[in-house]
């Protein structure tokens, strides 16, 4: 069975630095791209960063500079370094797989909370 | 403000039909198929319900039918169930740098 377990978010300072860690089980996790999408409250959902199985990584503007994905495919762990934090990077943050597809999402975690707010 | 357009909500009673749309623009629904949907309970993991705009995963039920026209895409669940109520999400990969956006999400009600 796939899981994706995400973990450390939590109530963070404007400017201030969180790093959240999505640990996966159940497949090959080296041979899938690997993404983080967040909801806010009240806009939905926003990607935020993709990682390919060669480590090539993507971002939207508005996280680029300031947002690093990473991956360790010994440990089967996704990676989400967050600096120069903003309150409108306050969301829910979940770590998805790409799918066979490469353009949808087919499994997710459930979601790990960073708040940003003095 | 969400890159693709959804209503904010939806009803139907169980048995009937809805629909839910989503628009976007000839950048992303209407340049590619690759539109996806999610449900969404809140609290528990996004589930991908339809790839590649009509295209189901393994274990989603026929009732559940995705379509696309021009640069609205849509979503049907025929035969409306309690465990439908949900949030529905809207997705598609897009030629600008921001590469995948999302609708804002549809409250699916069922009475």
């Known amino acids: 069975e796939v899981q994706l377990v995400e973990s450390g978010g939590g109530l963070v300072q404007p400017g201030g630095s969180l790093r959240l860690s999505c640990a996966a089980s159940g497949f090959t996790f080296s041979s899938y791209d690997m993404h983080w999408v967040r909801q806010t409250a009240g806009k939905g959902l926003e990607w935020v960063s993709a990682?390919?199985?060669?480590?090539?990584?993507y971002y939207p503007g508005s996280v680029k500079g300031r947002f690093t994905i990473s991956r360790d495919n010994a440990k089967s762990s996704l990676y989400l370094q967050m600096n120069s934090l903003r309150a409108g990077d306050t969301a829910v943050y979940y770590c998805?797989?790409?799918?066979?597809?490469?353009?949808?999402?087919?499994?997710w975690g459930q979601g790990t909370l960073v708040t940003v707010s003095s | 403000q969400s890159a693709l357009t959804q209503p904010a909500s939806v009803s139907g009673s169980p048995g009937q039909s809805i629909t839910i749309s989503c628009t976007g623009t000839?950048?992303?629904?209407?340049?590619?198929?690759?539109v996806s949907w999610y449900q969404h309970h809140p609290g528990k993991a996004p589930k991908l319900m339809i790839y590649e705009v009509s295209n189901r995963p393994l274990g989603v039920p026929d009732r559940f039918s995705g379509s696309k026209s021009g640069n609205t895409a849509s979503l049907t669940i025929s035969g409306l169930q309690a465990e439908d109520e949900a949030d529905y999400y809207c997705s598609s990969y897009t030629s600008s740098s921001t590469k995948w956006v999302f609708g804002g999400g549809t409250k699916l009600t069922v009475l």
């Open positions: 990682i390919g199985v060669a480590g090539d990584t």
């Open positions: 998805t797989r790409a799918s066979g597809t490469y353009y949808d999402f087919d499994y």
């Open positions: 000839s950048s992303d629904i209407g340049a590619y198929n690759y």
